[in-house]
C-alpha cells in the first residue's frame, strides 16, 4: 500500500514568493491534515479536512496561507507572499477515521521550505 | 503555553540496555496517547499508543506506561537496538486534535 505523497520534498525561494506544496493521502483515507514542523518543535496542526470540508483551520494564518482540497482527495497548501519566518517543514498527514486525534495519522515524508 | 512536554532533548543509551522517554502532559482533558517516531528526512510513524482508561500498554519491545494523576506517560523500550536511534514525538489526543510534544532524541550506541 502507497503511503502518504508530498512534493516537492525541498523547496527554496525568496521572500515575498509564493510556494504550493501538494498532498496525496493514502487511499481512502476521508480526513487529511496538514502540520508545521519547526526545528526543534514537534508537528503542529495548521489545518484538517474532513473529506472535501476544512473542519479545523483555526491555526491557519490566513492572512498569507490558503489549503484546498478538491473532491475529498489531494490537497495542496499555499503560502503567498512567503515570509522568512516559513522556512520548515510542512508534514502531511491522512487517516481511515474521523475522529480527529484519535484515529492514527498516517504522515508523509513533508516538504522542507527555505525562505531566503 | 506547552501542553505536552518532552523535557529530555536528548538520551543515549547502549545497545541491549532499557531506553526511557518521559512525557508530561497539563490538560486532563487529554483522553488518547500516542508515540510517534522520526528517521531523518521521513515523516513520524505511529509507534504505539494508549486509552486514559489504561495505565500500561505493550507492544514487543515497547511498553507505554499512563499514569494520569501526575499527567505523565514514558515509553520503554527493551532491549534497546541501534536501528531505535530516531527523535520519538510523544502526543494527547483530545476529540479533535492530537497536540505534539518537542521530541526526544535517543541515540542507541554498540
Known amino acids: 500500500e502507497a503511503g502518504v505523497v508530498q512534493s516537492p520534498r525541498y523547496k527554496i525561494i525568496e521572500k515575498k514568493q509564493p510556494v504550493a506544496f501538494w498532498c496525496n493521502p493514502i487511499s481512502g483515507h476521508n480526513t487529511l491534515y496538514w502540520y508545521l514542523q519547526n526545528l526543534g518543535q514537534g508537528p503542529e496542526l495548521l489545518i484538517r479536512y474532513e473529506n472535501e470540508e476544512a473542519v479545523d483551520d483555526s491555526q491557519l494564518p490566513k492572512d498569507r496561507f490558503s489549503a484546498e482540497r478538491l473532491k475529498g482527495v489531494d490537497s495542496t497548501l499555499k503560502i503567498q507572499p512567503a515570509e522568512l519566518g516559513d522556512s520548515a517543514v510542512y508534514l502531511c498527514?491522512?487517516?481511515?477515521?474521523?475522529?480527529?486525534?484519535?484515529?492514527?495519522?498516517?504522515f508523509g515524508p513533508g516538504t522542507r521550505l527555505t525562505v531566503l | 503555553d506547552q501542553q505536552v512536554k518532552q523535557n529530555s532533548p536528548s538520551l543515549s543509551v547502549q545497545e541491549g540496555r532499557i531506553s526511557i522517554l518521559n512525557c508530561d502532559y497539563t490538560n486532563s482533558m487529554f483522553d488518547y496517547f500516542l508515540w510517534y517516531k522520526k528517521y531523518p528526512a521521513e515523516g513520524p510513524t505511529f509507534l504505539i499508543s494508549?486509552?486514559?482508561?489504561?495505565d500500561k500498554n505493550e507492544d514487543g519491545r515497547f511498553t507505554v506506561f499512563l499514569n494520569k494523576s501526575a499527567k505523565h506517560l514514558s515509553l520503554h523500550i527493551v532491549p534497546s537496538q541501534p536501528g531505535d536511534s530516531a527523535v520519538y514525538f510523544c502526543a494527547a489526543s483530545g476529540p479533535d486534535k492530537l497536540i505534539f510534544g518537542t521530541g526526544t532524541r535517543l541515540q542507541v550506541f554498540p
Open positions: 494508549i486509552s486514559s482508561i489504561k
Open positions: 498527514a491522512s487517516s481511515p477515521g474521523l475522529a480527529g486525534g484519535r484515529s492514527e495519522q498516517f
